[in-house]
């Protein structure tokens, strides 16, 4: 993720009214990945990494048909999963991530599948982005994840100045403090749908007399 321009910090005041209404706005806001169960949506997220939504959903149905648990992907071979998977983005990095989390479930949580974030970062190709993901989406944490959108939307409304997900994250936890799930797939939405990274649709944006960086899109 690039460092944005430097921005005004948004006050406390303006903090609590971002938060009132981006609640407001997408009060019931989950994620665009389409899946049954935590196993599908956890290989939904790892694949959803640099790749789109809308991708990741034409993928996974076959490969959810093929290998519908974590033991037969544990026991699947890893040129038919790259095969399955390779319209997606690093394909082969995935494909291996993939299948090495499937055997280490297998073998170090008995097929079973962990939900808490000190476990789930131990799986390969699970990060703490993934995991916060997993759980925000499947349990409701109170947790906040940083993606691209997140990212972008925090630095232009000033409720962060830093330079990694990481920080930005600590940085939107800090501020919230609840509604923290909400608010993550809420911060994707905006970003993906209105606040997007080139040519954002900023009239009308409920947002706008917030945002600390409307004067670089003016025409």
Same mark, same amino acid.
């Given at each position: 993720?690039? @460092?944005?321009?430097?921005?005004?910090?948004?006050?406390?005041?303006?903090?609590?009214? &971002?938060?009132?209404?981006?609640?407001?706005?997408?009060?019931?806001? /989950?994620?665009? #990945? =389409? $899946?049954? =169960?935590? $196993?599908?949506?956890?290989?939904? /997220?790892?694949?959803? !990494?640099?790749?789109? *939504?809308? @991708?990741?959903?034409?993928?996974?149905?076959?490969?959810?048909?093929? $290998?519908?648990? &974590?033991?037969?992907?544990?026991?699947?071979? #890893?040129? *038919?999963?790259?095969?399955? &998977?390779?319209?997606?983005?690093?394909?082969?990095?995935?494909?291996?991530?993939?299948?090495?989390?499937?055997?280490?479930?297998?073998?170090?949580?008995?097929?079973?599948?962990? #939900?808490?974030?000190?476990?789930?970062?131990?799986?390969?190709?699970?990060?703490?982005?993934?995991? =916060?993901? /997993?759980?925000?989406?499947?349990?409701?944490?109170?947790?906040? !994840?940083?993606?691209?959108?997140?990212? %972008?939307?925090?630095? @232009?409304?000033?409720?962060?100045?830093?330079?990694?997900?990481?920080?930005?994250?600590? *940085?939107?936890?800090?501020?919230?403090?609840?509604?923290?799930?909400?608010?993550?797939?809420?911060?994707?939405?905006?970003?993906?749908? %209105?606040?997007?990274?080139?040519?954002?649709?900023?009239?009308?944006?409920?947002?706008?007399?917030?945002?600390?960086?409307?004067?670089?899109?003016? /025409?």
């Amino acid at each position: 993720m690039k @460092r944005t321009k430097k921005v005004k910090k948004a006050t406390k005041k303006e903090i609590e009214e &971002i938060k009132k209404l981006f609640l407001e706005h997408y009060p019931d806001s /989950v994620t665009e #990945l =389409n $899946y049954k =169960n935590l $196993y599908e949506l956890l290989i939904s /997220v790892m694949l959803s !990494a640099q790749c789109t *939504d809308k @991708r990741v959903n034409i993928i996974t149905p076959a490969l959810f048909e093929k $290998y519908p648990n &974590i033991p037969t992907l544990a026991n699947a071979n #890893l040129d *038919d999963i790259k095969e399955l &998977i390779k319209s997606c983005s690093f394909f082969n990095n995935k494909a291996k991530n993939i299948l090495k989390m499937a055997q280490q479930v297998v073998e170090d949580y008995d097929s079973q599948i962990p #939900l808490e974030q000190k476990e789930l970062v131990k799986l390969a190709g699970v990060g703490q982005k993934t995991a =916060n993901v /997993v759980m925000i989406e499947y349990s409701g944490a109170n947790l906040m !994840a940083v993606d691209t959108h997140v990212f %972008r939307v925090a630095h @232009r409304l000033g409720l962060s100045d830093a330079t990694t997900a990481t920080k930005t994250e600590e *940085d939107l936890t800090k501020k919230f403090k609840t509604n923290l799930h909400q608010l993550h797939q809420a911060m994707v939405l905006f970003g993906r749908y %209105r606040c997007k990274a080139v040519k954002p649709l900023c009239d009308d944006c409920f947002l706008a007399p917030y945002c600390k960086s409307k004067d670089r899109f003016k /025409v």
